[in-house]
């Protein structure tokens, strides 16, 4: 054969994830995402910490200074009126409606400065004081709306992807803090854009540096000031060394079981959402005043708490997982029914983000099943926070590395069942949409 015809067969080269990052001026790109990750750290650090203040005044100083040992049946009704009002003046007359509407997911646009003074008064109006919704969505707007200050004035007009990049990296960095890992954040964010090859690396990768260089940041804040705030965490509980046949076996049918209940609390907040375009303040103050039922409702019929209905559910997830044979099976119903109501009904009027909620109902899924034959509690769990996760974003690499990573100790034995869930759930959830689109 020729050196001619070798020549004629060699293939064209394709570009690869090496080219992505060896365009001129990307090393600058990096180190500008590096620098940003430190002031959203601050920022969100700051946030939180304000958020975790504020929570703590409603449901625990103030009781304990009329001298109450638990917040009493109507705790709640009062502080979510006053939440509903904040909420709808932020939608309806401030500049970014609030926020992202939670039922459409994930927000990743650029936020600019104009619309923070909005989101804050939503996120620190609305949260603290029992609406069942997150913080990463508000987190996420923060980091890109601080980034964007910063990136605007330096970003390269040669480079016009260069901004966006970077707006995206600073929600990464934001989105580290609430979920104490930046692998956890990157992959959200890789997810959600959704992208491949070569431009998956040039959007990762800055994604990956600024979150770890602001949780850095983020981590030695706490230490540093004293001061406290919550990120997602579960208990070192102790589990099986690997799941036995029954938990895979009951994995799959929970799986759909919540994933049609999570199709129904969507469906809940999209209804409530059409209604909120025409009337978003009134919308926002009925929605309170419906999830403020709900915990009375649980309160008087249970002897709970209420605040185990409102708010995210970040709290009672702890103690939820370390100490489920304390609840019975009705304390367990009632809570998923009421939680989901009050859920439904805050992601479409109300102003958050919706994964928090949805761990903690697939938490309380998972153990109201535990007592099945042959499943036991923390396969039970495991199954149920994947399942609710991939079910409500619906991303199911995220769903499967958050709920792994929350597993600690127990992730490497139960990775088999959180992965079945995930699949089961996501590839159900998307048959439904699918139907019912088609119909």
């Known amino acids: 054969m020729s050196a001619h015809a070798g020549e004629e067969t060699q293939p064209d080269r394709t570009e690869g ?14 180190l500008l995402a590096a620098a940003i990750g430190i002031p959203v750290s601050l920022v969100a650090f700051g946030f939180l ?12 100083s103030l009781p304990e ?22 909420v709808g003046v932020a939608i309806r007359w401030l500049p970014g409606r609030g926020g992202h509407v939670p039922v459409d997911g994930l927000g990743l646009g650029a936020v600019p400065a104009s619309h923070v003074p909005g989101i804050l008064l939503a996120a620190l109006g609305g949260l603290p004081l029992g609406v069942v919704l997150g913080p990463e969505a508000p987190l996420l707007a923060l980091g890109s709306a601080v980034a964007l200050l910063l990136v605007r004035p330096i970003a390269r007009a040669a480079d016009p992807t260069a901004q966006a990049l970077l707006t995206v990296a600073g929600a990464s960095a934001a989105l580290a803090a609430i979920f104490g890992s930046p692998l956890v954040a990157a992959i959200f964010v890789l997810e959600a854009v959704g992208l491949a090859g070569p431009k998956l690396a040039r959007v990762i990768l800055p994604c990956l540096l600024a979150s770890g260089v602001g949780a850095l940041v983020f981590t030695g804040m706490g230490s540093w000031t004293g001061l406290s705030i919550s990120s997602l965490s579960l208990p070192e509980i102790d589990g099986p060394q690997r799941p036995d046949l029954g938990d895979v076996l009951w994995t799959v049918p929970l799986a759909v079981v919540i994933a049609v209940g999570v199709r ?36 008087l019929l249970t002897g709970r708490s209420p605040e185990e209905v409102a708010l995210s559910g970040q709290g009672l997830l702890e103690p939820l997982v370390a100490d489920a044979h304390a609840w019975s099976l009705a304390a367990l119903v009632a809570l998923l029914l009421f939680k989901s109501i009050a859920y439904g009904v805050s992601l479409g009027a109300l102003r958050g983000g919706l994964i928090f909620p949805a761990l903690l109902l697939g938490a309380a899924a998972g153990v109201l099943v535990s007592g099945l034959p042959g499943y036991g509690v923390v396969p039970a769990v495991a199954a149920g926070m994947a399942a609710a996760t991939a079910s409500i974003l619906p991303f199911p690499v995220s769903s499967a590395v958050l709920v792994i990573l929350l597993l600690g100790p127990n992730a490497a034995a139960m990775a088999p069942v959180v992965l079945i869930a995930v699949v089961v759930a ?7 949409v699918k139907e019912r689109r088609g119909a």
């Open 17 to 30: 994830p090496e080219d992505a990052v060896r365009t001129r001026g990307y090393v600058g790109l990096l």
């Open 49 to 60: 910490a304000l958020l975790h203040a504020l929570e703590h005044a409603v449901w625990e």
């Open 65 to 86: 200074a009329v001298g109450l040992d638990t917040p009493p049946w109507w705790w709640a009704l009062p502080w979510l009126l006053l939440a509903g009002v904040l």
């Open 264 to 299: 129904q609390v969507h469906h809940v907040g999209r209804w409530v959402a059409r209604v909120a375009e025409r009337r978003p303040a009134g919308t926002a103050l009925a929605a309170a005043v419906v999830v403020g039922l709900c915990t009375v409702a649980y309160s």
């Open 426 to 432: 996501f590839v159900f959830e998307q048959v439904i």
